[in-house]
C-alpha cells in the first residue's frame, strides 16, 4: 500500500496524465475545487502508472456514501482526502481510507469538545495543555474521517463510531480487527505548515504501507522521513456489540 502526499500545484503538473477533454467534461463553478478535482485524478493516474503499470484512470463511480472507487474489482482500491493547498491519497490492494487536515485554531475549544467527543474523548483531551489538547483533537478528528471513510458507509451512526485515544483503538461498522489506523503529523518539507494524517491499513498484510510525496519535477519520492506515531487497533462491529 502506498500512501502519497502533494501539493495541489504539483499535482496539477500531472494533467496532461489525463485525457485531454477531462477537464471540460466536469461541471463546477468554482475554480478552486476544479482543480483539486483534476489534481486528485491527476496524481491518481500517476500513481496507478508507477505502482500498478496502468496506463489509463479506470472509470470510477461513487458511492451512495459519496465514497469514489473504481467501477470494476479488477482494480486497486484506493482514497483521497484534501485540505488546503495539500492532497493525501492511499492506494492499495484492500479497502482504504486517508484524511489530512491543518490544524487550525478554534475558538472555544473546549466547547466544541464536550460538543462533538465522546466521554472517552473528552477524559483524554481535556487533561492535556492547550496545546497538545489542540494537536490530539486534530489528530482525533482525521482519525474519525479515517473510518468513515474506510467502511464507505458514511457517518450513517455516530453511535457505533468507537475511539479510545487512551487504549488507541477504534472502530465503526463492518471494519474488521484486522485493520487498523495509522496517524502521523507532517510539516515542511511535506507540507507548508502542522497537519495530521490518518490512514487505514491491513496489518495481516506482508506489503504493509510506503510513504511518497510528489516533487516539483513530477516524480513521486520514497520517504523515510515519515513516521507513523499512533496505531489505533480495530474492533469489528462484533466485538463492540459485546
Known amino acids: 500500500m502506498q500512501v502519497i502526499i502533494s501539493s495541489t500545484e504539483n499535482a496539477l ?29 491527476a496524481l491518481l493516474q500517476k500513481a496507478l502508472i508507477e505502482f500498478y503499470r496502468i496506463s489509463y484512470l479506470p472509470e470510477i463511480i ?18 483521497l482526502s484534501n485540505s488546503g493547498k495539500y492532497l493525501a491519497l492511499a492506494i492499495g490492494g484492500y479497502e482504504v481510507g486517508v484524511d489530512i487536515e491543518f490544524e487550525r485554531k478554534r475558538h472555544n475549544l473546549e466547547g466544541l469538545i464536550k460538543r462533538v467527543c465522546s466521554k472517552k474523548e473528552q477524559s483524554f483531551l481535556l487533561s492535556l495543555d492547550e496545546t497538545n489538547m489542540l494537536h490530539e483533537f486534530t489528530r482525533l478528528w482525521t482519525v474519525k474521517e479515517c473510518l468513515v471513510k474506510t467502511t464507505g458507509k458514511g457517518l450513517v451512526d455516530v453511535e457505533m463510531l468507537y475511539i479510545d485515544p487512551i487504549e488507541n483503538t477504534s472502530g465503526y461498522y463492518n471494519l474488521p480487527s484486522s485493520n487498523q489506523i495509522c496517524s502521523t503529523s507532517l510539516n515542511t518539507p511535506f507540507t507548508d505548515k502542522l497537519a495530521y494524517l490518518s490512514f487505514s491499513c491491513n496489518k495481516n498484510t506482508e506489503d504493509g504501507y510506503e510513504f511518497f510525496y510528489l516533487d516539483e519535477e513530477k516524480k513521486l519520492v520514497k520517504t523515510e522521513n515519515i513516521k507513523v506515531e499512533k496505531t489505533y487497533e480495530n474492533y469489528s462491529l462484533r466485538d463492540l456489540i459485546k
Request: aromatic residues 12%; contains cysteine; glycine residues 4%.
Open 62 to 79: 461513487t458511492l451512495q456514501s459519496g465514497k469514489p472507487c473504481f467501477k470494476e474489482a479488477r482494480y486497486p482500491f484506493f482514497n
Open 13 to 41: 503538473k500531472l494533467e496532461s496524465l489525463l485525457k485531454n477533454d477531462y477537464r471540460a467534461g466536469l461541471k463546477y463553478s468554482n475554480q478552486r475545487v476544479l482543480d483539486e478535482h483534476v489534481a486528485s485524478r
